[in-house]
């Protein structure tokens, strides 16, 4: 009976310690800024899917106007192809080549559309076109949405990867969870140069 009571309260030992251990390793939180991480990839991939939605329409409004580039247009229809071609779901966020992959693909979309933009300046009935300025609206919308999720998906990813490195959740991150630091994004190059104002 002693023997059983002893065992007993062994046991109980063990399990508050290993509660107590587990409460303060960071596991729920880990898990938390994993979530977070997920939820702000979610709403960067739907932004991005948002603009790729309006471009079909942009390109059939583009291409009614007489003589317009198709060069320029073509560019675009190619950029969109490849941005919607990559898929990088929150998993894959740990790949650096992928993500690289993945940023390289909008960042050329976003060239190729800015582009068309500043070749529509040349077309003042183009620019005069009622449809036009609606999805031209819609696309500076979506690119201020896009930056906005943006800006949070970097807070989170910074959040969860501090959570991985730091010590005691570190140890969690690593050795019970096999957790690695997510990509983020990168600043295109030269926009740390001022632009060049010419009049």
């Known amino acids: 009976m002693q023997g059983r ?8 030992a063990i399990s508050l310690s290993a509660l107590l251990l587990f409460s303060g390793c960071g596991y729920n939180q880990l898990q938390g800024l994993d979530e977070q991480v997920k939820a702000a990839w979610a709403e960067v991939q739907n932004q991005y899917q948002r603009r790729a ?3 079909p329409n942009l390109v059939s409004t583009v ?11 073509q560019k675009v229809i190619e950029a969109r192809s490849q941005a919607t ?9 740990s790949d650096p080549a992928t993500f690289k992959k993945f ?6 979309l976003s060239g190729a559309l800015s582009r068309l933009m500043l070749v529509v300046e040349r077309y003042p009935d183009l620019k005069a076109n009622q449809n036009f300025r609606d999805l031209q ?7 201020n949405r896009i930056a906005v999720a943006r800006k949070r998906y970097v807070e989170s990813v910074a959040e969860y990867n501090k959570g991985i490195r730091f010590f ?8 019970l969870l096999g957790l690695k630091e997510r990509e983020t994004f990168t600043a295109d190059e030269g926009a740390a140069k001022p632009p060049q104002v010419k009049f």
């Open 63 to 73: 291409k009614g106007a007489a003589q317009f580039e198709q060069d320029t247009l």
């Open 5 to 12: 009571r002893l065992t007993s309260l062994h046991f109980s």
């Open 103 to 108: 940023e390289e693909a909008q960042r050329n």
């Open 137 to 143: 609206a819609q696309l500076e919308g979506t690119e």
């Open 168 to 175: 005691p959740t570190n140890l969690t991150a690593k050795y």
């Open 53 to 55: 939605d309006l471009i």
């Open 85 to 93: 071609a990559i898929k990088l779901d929150a998993q894959a966020l």
